[in-house]
C-alpha cells in the first residue's frame, strides 16, 4: 500500500462543523492533532485488537501536547457494543479523576466509535471527543455524522444519542491490518451510495471492485473520500434523522434484523446490510420502484465484495414472522408500521411502509439456499 495525499471533506453544522481527513500516515503527523481544545486529561479508548497495533504510537503523540494520556482497550466485537462495556468507560474517567475538561478519543472500528461517542455525549454531561476510525466500515459511516448508541438485546442501536466529534481522522494505514472479512463488510456501506445517491459512483464501483479489494490505496482513498463526500452532503441537510439522513439506512431494516436474530456478531454489520441491501432492492423490484436489471446489477456488485446475498434462516417455523417481529423493532418503524429504504429508480432512494404479504415474499425468496 502506497502513501495518498492526504484529502479533507467537511460536514457543514454551523458551530459544530468539522472536517473528515483522509490519507496515509495521518497517525504520525502532529499537524493533524492541532488546534484541538486544552485538556486536563484525554482518555483513548481502543479495542483489544487494535490497541496493540497503534494505542502506544497515538499516546505518544498525544503525549506532547497534553498532561495526561490515558489508555482503555475494550473488549473486541458487536457482542460486547452493551451497558456492560459502556460502564468500563465511565469506570475509567471516573477513576481517572477526570472531569469537563477531558477529551475522549476513539480510536478503532464502529463499536469503538459508537460506544466511545455515546460515553463523551453522556460524561459530565457532555464533553467533546475525536474519532479515529481503523476500519473502512467505520472510516465511511459510522464515524462520521454524530450518531452515537449501544445495542439492547431486542434491537440494535436502540440507546444513544446524536453527538458530533470534533473531527474525524482516517488514515488509510491502518487499513493494512485489516481482516479481510471486515474490508468486505466496510465495502457493504460503500456500495450503499451508488444506488441511493450515486450512479456514477456505482459505476466506478464496479470498475474499481478489485483494486479495492487488493487494498489499492488510491481506490480506497476515491472510495472514502466520495462516501464522505455523500454522508457530509445528507448529513448537512438533516443532522438528526428526520427525514432525508433515513436513506443512509439503505439495506439497514432487513440487515439490523438479521443482526439481532442471529445474535450480535455472528454476521458483521456489513454483512448483514450487504444482504439487507439486496433484499430492499427486491422489494423495491416487486413495488414497481426499479427494474430486474438493476436489483441483479446490484447483486452481482454485493457478490463480489465478498458480500452474502442469501438471507439466513431466523426461524425454521416462520421465518419470514420472525424477521417482520424484529423488523417492527427498528428506529424507522412508525406505529408499528416498519419503513424501508427503497430504490425509487437509480440513484434515487424513498422512505416507505409495504404490505407485510409482500415482505414475506422478499423473505422467503432471498433466504432459500
Not at 474519532?131 to 431486542?154: A, E, Y
Amino acid at each position: 500500500m502506497s502513501k495518498s495525499p492526504s484529502q479533507s471533506v467537511s460536514i457543514d453544522l454551523a458551530e459544530r462543523s468539522y472536517d473528515i481527513h483522509i490519507g496515509s500516515g495521518l497517525l504520525q503527523q502532529e499537524s493533524f492533532f492541532e488546534g484541538l481544545p486544552r485538556a486536563t486529561s484525554v482518555l483513548i479508548v481502543s479495542n483489544e485488537t487494535v490497541a496493540p497495533l497503534y494505542c502506544a504510537q497515538l499516546q505518544a503523540l498525544l503525549g506532547k501536547k497534553f498532561a495526561k494520556v490515558l489508555t482503555l482497550a475494550l473488549p473486541d466485537g458487536e457482542a460486547h457494543k452493551n451497558w456492560q462495556t459502556l460502564n468500563l468507560i465511565f469506570d475509567a474517567l471516573l477513576q481517572h479523576g477526570c472531569d469537563r475538561k477531558t477529551l475522549l478519543v476513539a480510536l478503532g472500528g464502529g463499536v469503538v466509535g459508537d460506544m466511545t461517542g455515546f460515553a463523551a455525549a453522556s460524561f459530565m454531561r457532555g464533553v467533546p471527543f475525536v474519532q479515529i476510525p481503523t476500519t473502512l466500515l467505520s472510516q465511511v459511516d459510522s464515524s462520521v455524522g454524530g450518531k452515537t448508541g449501544i445495542n439492547h438485546p431486542l434491537g440494535k442501536n436502540m440507546i444513544g444519542a446524536f453527538h458530533q466529534p470534533l473531527r474525524v481522522i482516517c488514515d488509510l494505514d491502518t487499513l493494512k491490518t485489516l481482516p479481510q472479512r471486515e474490508l468486505s463488510a466496510g465495502l457493504a456501506e460503500v456500495i450503499k451510495y451508488g444506488p441511493i445517491a450515486d450512479l456514477q459512483f456505482m459505476d466506478w464501483l464496479e470498475q474499481n471492485m478489485d483494486h479495492l479489494l487488493a487494498r489499492d490505496v488510491e481506490a480506497l482513498a476515491h472510495a472514502v473520500r466520495r462516501s464522505c463526500e455523500i454522508k457530509a452532503w445528507v448529513v448537512a441537510q438533516d443532522e438528526r434523522e428526520g427525514g432525508l439522513r433515513a436513506i443512509l439506512n439503505f439495506g439497514h431494516t432487513f440487515g439490523h434484523a438479521i443482526e439481532a436474530g442471529m445474535g450480535y456478531g455472528n454476521w458483521l454489520h456489513g454483512e448483514a446490510v450487504g444482504c439487507g441491501m439486496v433484499m430492499a432492492a427486491q422489494l423495491s423490484q416487486r413495488l414497481g420502484l426499479v427494474d430486474a436489471a438493476f436489483v441483479a446489477r446490484l447483486q452481482a456488485l454485493t457478490l463480489r465484495a465478498g458480500l452474502p446475498v442469501v438471507g439466513p434462516i431466523l426461524n425454521g417455523t416462520d421465518n419470514a414472522g420472525r424477521y417482520l417481529e424484529l423488523m417492527r423493532l427498528d428506529k424507522k418503524s412508525d406505529a408499528g408500521e416498519i419503513k424501508f429504504v427503497l430504490i425509487d429508480g437509480p440513484s434515487k432512494a424513498r422512505v416507505q411502509g409495504a404490505p407485510d404479504a409482500l415482505v414475506r415474499e422478499v423473505i422467503d425468496a432471498c433466504c432459500q439456499a
